[in-house]
C-alpha cells in the first residue's frame, strides 16, 4: 500500500513538472524570482526530451510499483501517460524532438510576453511619478 501510493505520488510530481516546465513562466509575472526556479526546469525538461532520455522519475515509480505487486511499465513517464492522452499513436523519436523544441518555443513566447508586462508596467510606473527609491 505505501509503495503504491509512492509511485502514485511521484507520478501526480512528474505531471506536476511537466505542467511547471511548459506553462511555469507565467507565474513569474506574480513572482519574478520564480524565474530562477523555471528556467532550469525548462531546460532540464527539454534536454531530457530533445535527447530522449528518461527522466528518473520513471524508474523510480517502477520500481515501487513493482515493490507494491504491480506491474511497471517500459519507456518513460511521457510515453506511458501523456501520449496516450494527447497523441494516441507510438512515441517516435521524431515526435519526441518536436515536443521538447514545442516546450522551448512555447517558454520563448511566454517569456516573451513577460518580458513585455515587465517593460510596459515599469513604463507606466515610471510616467507616474514611480517610487525614486
Given at each position: ?54 527522466c ?8 515501487l ?22 497523441y ?25 510576453f ?20
Amino acid at each position: 500500500m505505501l509503495y503504491q501510493l509512492g509511485a502514485d505520488l511521484l507520478v501526480l510530481i512528474h505531471l506536476a513538472f511537466i505542467v511547471f516546465v511548459i506553462v511555469g513562466s507565467v507565474a513569474v509575472l506574480r513572482w519574478p524570482w520564480f524565474v530562477l526556479l523555471h528556467i532550469p526546469a525548462v531546460i532540464w525538461g527539454a534536454v531530457v526530451m530533445i535527447n530522449g532520455w528518461l527522466c528518473p522519475l520513471s524508474p523510480w515509480e517502477n520500481s515501487l510499483r513493482h515493490l507494491a505487486g504491480q506491474e511497471g511499465y517500459s519507456g518513460g513517464f511521457i510515453e506511458y501517460y501523456i501520449i496516450p492522452l494527447i497523441y494516441p499513436m507510438e512515441l517516435t523519436r521524431d515526435t519526441q524532438v518536436l515536443a521538447g523544441i514545442i516546450v522551448v518555443v512555447i517558454n520563448l513566447c511566454l517569456y516573451c510576453f513577460v518580458i513585455y508586462r515587465l517593460m510596459r508596467n515599469s513604463a507606466v510606473g515610471n510616467e507616474r511619478g514611480g517610487d525614486k527609491y
